[in-house]
Every structure is written in C-alpha cells, then in structure tokens.
C-alpha cells in the first residue's frame, strides 16, 4: 500500500495532520521583534517552520544532543526544560510540539515557562489528547512496544520517548496553566489523518470513520487525537 497516495485521497492538505493549524498559530502570534523559544527543539526535522531571519531571534532547548546542529535555529540551548539558561522575561512567544506527552514534572516546566516568557507573553503547544484511542494504547502499553511499531511506522528509535500524559487533557491543562499564572486564549480539540493506523488499509480506514464521527459534533470532541492551545502569561 502506497501510505503517502492513501493518506492524500482521503485528506486536504488542513486535515492531513494538525502541523499546519499549528504552524499558523505561531505566524499569527509572532513578528519581526519577537524572541522567540522551541522548547524541545530536537534536531529540526519533525517539524518545518520558517522563522529564522523573520523574528528577532529564535532560539532552541533540549536535552537531544541534535539540538545545536538544528538548522531552524538562531541559538541552540542543551538543557532541560525545567532549567533553561535564559533572562526572566525575556522570551516573547515559546511553543512546543509533541513535548507536553514528556513532561513529567508539569509544574516545573511551567514555571519555567512563565518565568522567561515576558508579561502578555504566549505559549502555543500541540499535544496528544490521553483519552484518544491512540494515547489509551500507549499508556497500557511498554515503552518498547512504542519503538517496535514507530518503526513499522518508518520512524526512527532517536525519535520515541517516554510518555507520562500529565498535560493533555483540557481540564489537566487549564488547571495546571492557570495554577502557573497563564491566561486560556484558546483550546482546540482536533482530530485528523489516523497516522498510527496506516499499517493496513482496513485499520486505515476504520480510522477514517473514527474521524468523521468525532469531528462531525461537538459532542466528541473529548475524544479527539490532539489539542491546540494558546495560553497568555498575565500581565
């Protein structure tokens, strides 16, 4: 099966994944003056932004090695995110892909969010939803189990880290954002292309039909893959 050709006769290009709603909240929250942090940056290949020479300066962190030859980057950081060596407000806009499902201490790592981010400043993150079908395998499954079929997947064990889901639910993350001094400005629930189910055509498109239930009413939205969120540090 051709898994690139199926996936684009059933998808546009707006619900082939959620990378580019993502990609236009950070265009829309950033500009020529904006600093700007990728926290969990990793080597840059997983996701394509456009952002150096636009902004001010845009900045990596992680604990990947890869991090400081990422091509995406003005500076890149190693380091934890719970520890970032940078300024009390000094960051404009921060954004995370994929990191929030990683995070196993969710107050530290928003503290250190809040303490670099400027008053007003943004924090823009899409994370797995935990109670999606896809986040449920993972929890009651081993971490080995995830490297064995990310590869079936075509993706590299550099690449598959461990799961904790302590931030991705909406009600875990409006509570624990607010308790670390952010504002809501927006969560969206989204689901898209069933990527994880693309190993046979029958998976495929059970999955399709999961994802024209669950995007067809509000209802469900509990039980879509993903969520997108804008949260503002208070002024």
């Given at each position: 099966?051709?898994?690139?050709?199926?996936?684009?006769?059933?998808?546009?290009?707006?619900?082939?994944?959620?990378?580019?709603?993502?990609?236009?909240?950070?265009?829309?929250?950033?500009?020529?003056?904006?600093?700007?942090?990728?926290?969990?940056?990793?080597?840059?290949?997983?996701?394509?932004?456009?952002?150096?020479?636009?902004?001010?300066?845009?900045?990596?962190?992680d604990l990947d090695p890869r991090v400081e030859t990422?091509?995406?980057?003005?500076?890149?950081?190693?380091?934890?995110?719970?520890?970032?060596?940078?300024?009390?407000?000094?960051?404009?806009?921060?954004?995370?892909?994929?990191?929030?499902?990683?995070?196993?201490?969710?107050?530290?790592?928003?503290?250190?969010?809040?303490?670099?981010?400027?008053?007003?400043?943004r924090f823009l993150f899409l994370t797995p939803n935990?109670?999606?079908?896809?986040?449920?395998?993972a929890r009651l499954t081993p971490h080995a189990f995830?490297?064995?079929?990310?590869?079936?997947?075509?993706?590299?064990?550099?690449?598959?880290?461990?799961?904790?889901?302590?931030?991705?639910?909406?009600?875990?993350?409006?509570?624990?954002?607010?308790?670390?001094?952010?504002?809501?400005?927006?969560?969206?629930?989204?689901?898209?292309?069933?990527?994880?189910?693309?190993?046979?055509?029958?998976?495929?498109?059970?999955?399709?039909?999961?994802?024209?239930?669950?995007?067809?009413?509000?209802?469900?939205?509990?039980?879509?893959?993903?969520?997108?969120?804008?949260?503002?540090?208070?002024?």
């Open positions: 099966m051709d898994r690139e050709k199926t996936k684009r006769r059933w998808y546009g290009p707006d619900r082939f994944d959620n990378d580019e709603p993502f990609r236009r909240m950070i265009y829309e929250a950033v500009g020529p003056e904006s600093r700007v942090l990728d926290a969990g940056a990793g080597a840059g290949d997983l996701f394509a932004y456009d952002l150096k020479g636009r902004v001010a300066e845009m900045i990596g962190v990422n091509p995406r980057l003005d500076r890149s950081i190693l380091a934890d995110l719970t520890e970032i060596p940078l300024e009390d407000d000094s960051v404009d806009v921060a954004f995370s892909r994929y990191v929030l499902e990683h995070v196993a201490e969710p107050a530290r790592f928003l503290g250190e969010m809040a303490r670099i981010l400027k008053p007003g400043g935990k109670w999606h079908y896809v986040s449920l395998a995830h490297g064995w079929y990310n590869k079936k997947r075509g993706r590299e064990d550099d690449d598959t880290f461990p799961t904790t889901y302590l931030l991705n639910s909406r009600s875990d993350v409006k509570r624990r954002f607010r308790a670390a001094g952010f504002e809501c400005e927006k969560l969206v629930m989204r689901e898209c292309c069933p990527n994880y189910l693309i190993l046979s055509m029958p998976t495929f498109l059970a999955g399709v039909a999961y994802e024209r239930i669950v995007n067809a009413t509000e209802l469900c939205a509990g039980l879509r893959v993903n969520i997108l969120g804008a949260f503002q540090k208070a002024a």
